[in-house]
């Protein structure tokens, strides 16, 4: 009988025993961890890259401009107001409105009273934004870091800045006042620089949205024969310089790695309010968590390091991987918080770069058209206004359509199904069954 107790007793221990091993086991792994940790944001701390709150505030001042912060802020403050006029509600660009599609010089544009009267409210906002597009850029402004809880409030108003421009300058091209339109071209521009914040991928895709903006406008203008050969060297001058990519990959990293760990050391306050409510959320997080968490970004890191051909493919696969591997992990549970914003990037570089080069190569025609009096055969002969192969192709460097039809001439590219190549056939630039007309397709007269 005693012996039988003895028995009943050791096994009794085995689980104390088990448990006892397996909390060895992970403070053992977690002092590990703790220490690699420590000495990977001393190296960050070495290096100047931020990881938390105060040191991305620090990051994000040192870097910028504080000359043309009162001047950007009162243009923003005018801006917001400028919503409040009545007509704002109903206009095209900077309202619900629509441009005609064949809007041209001279056609009817029942909204064109309205427009024109909204302008002349708003000409001191753009007069203001072209004196601030004299100072020091990107500029500065005073945001309250939180890590994902973190306000870019001045950076989502810039986009109504170029609102006014476009708008302006659709108007002046609509009345044919070709020096009007292109100070407003430029300043577009402008403020896309003045608020390009790269250490963040939301602003990235801001700054993605207003060129897209300035570059439809160009597009849309070179469809009214309006631009003489200075103007077309000037505009040619906002989008000769190529998209990089690496670059703007690994900037806005440097910033999404200082919001996730700003969050993490926040819990749950550093937290969107519905992962916050989530008692899982009040946890603590290990430092093997945080470990694993700085090695996936530095994965998403290495992307952009072997260049950018494939760029996007190798993200994809990245995240893929990262999926199979921590979906059902703590690391990336927390991960959720980062990885749309790094799959939305990918997604939207190599047509972010087309667009640009598509503009390139529509203002090279019309160049090379008042150089030798006729529209060039090919997008080859475009090496004669200074342009190569690349600039007439596509992010995955197929060629750029081109058609010559009656007075006019077409550029397009429209991505296929699987995200890929030149659309075989192309679309009427009026042809408003397709919304990527815009963009993608342009018509120069």
Not at 197 to 208: C, D, G, I, K, R
Not at 320 to 349: E, K, T, W
Request: glycine letters at 4%; hydrophobic letters at 40%; charged letters at 25%.
């Amino acid at each position: 009988m005693k012996r039988r107790l003895r028995w009943i007793g050791l096994i009794s221990l085995l689980p104390i025993g088990v448990l006892a091993i397996f909390l060895a086991f992970m403070v053992t792994q977690e002092t590990t961890a703790s220490s690699a940790l420590n000495r990977k944001l001393e190296s960050m701390r070495q290096a100047g890259e931020p990881f938390d709150n105060d040191s991305m505030a620090l990051y994000f001042e040192k870097h910028l401009h504080k000359e043309g912060t009162d001047a950007w802020s009162e243009v923003l403050a005018l801006s917001k107001a400028s919503l409040d006029i009545s007509s704002a509600n109903e206009l095209p660009i900077v309202g619900p409105g629509q441009i005609p599609w064949e809007l041209r010089p001279g056609s009817t544009w029942p909204d064109e009273p309205r427009v024109a009267e909204y302008m002349e409210t708003v000409r001191p906002i753009i007069k203001r934004i072209q004196l601030a597009s004299e100072l020091p850029k990107p500029v500065w402004m005073p945001l309250r870091f939180g890590g994902y809880l973190t306000l870019f409030e001045p950076l989502q108003d810039s986009r109504m800045l170029t609102g006014i421009l476009e708008l302006d300058a659709v108007h002046a091209t609509y009345h044919k006042q070709a020096e009007r339109a292109i100070q407003d071209i430029v300043a577009m521009r402008s403020v896309a620089d003045a608020f390009d914040w790269p250490w963040f991928l939301v602003a990235e895709y801001t700054s993605m949205a207003m060129l897209g903006r300035q570059w439809t406008t160009i597009n849309r203008s070179l469809d009214y024969d309006l631009w003489n050969d200075e103007q077309l060297v000037i505009l040619s001058a906002q989008v000769d310089k190529p998209f990089d990519i690496a670059k703007s990959w690994n900037d806005g990293l440097t910033g999404e790695i200082a919001m996730l760990c700003a969050s993490l050391d926040n819990l749950p306050e550093g937290l969107p309010r519905e992962m916050a409510a989530n008692p899982f959320y009040r946890l603590p997080v290990m430092p093997s968590t945080r470990l694993e968490i700085l090695r996936v970004v530095r994965e998403f890191q290495d992307c952009a390091d072997q260049g950018e051909k494939g760029f996007a493919e190798r993200v994809k696969a990245v995240f893929a991987s990262q999926m199979a591997r921590n979906r059902l992990s703590v690391a990336g549970i927390y991960l959720s918080l980062f990885l749309p914003s790094v799959d939305q990037f990918a997604r939207s570089s190599d047509s972010h770069e087309t667009a640009r080069r598509l503009t390139l190569t529509s203002l090279a025609v019309k160049r090379f058209q008042r150089k030798n009096n006729r529209w060039p055969k090919n997008l080859g002969e475009l090496t004669d206004v200074g342009l190569v192969k690349s600039d007439w192709s596509t992010a995955k460097m197929d060629s750029l359509g081109y058609e010559i039809e009656d007075d006019r001439v077409f550029v397009w590219s429209f991505a296929s199904a699987n995200g890929s190549g030149v659309s075989e056939t192309r679309h009427v630039w009026a042809d408003e069954k397709d919304d990527r007309i815009l963009r993608y397709c342009v018509s120069i007269r």
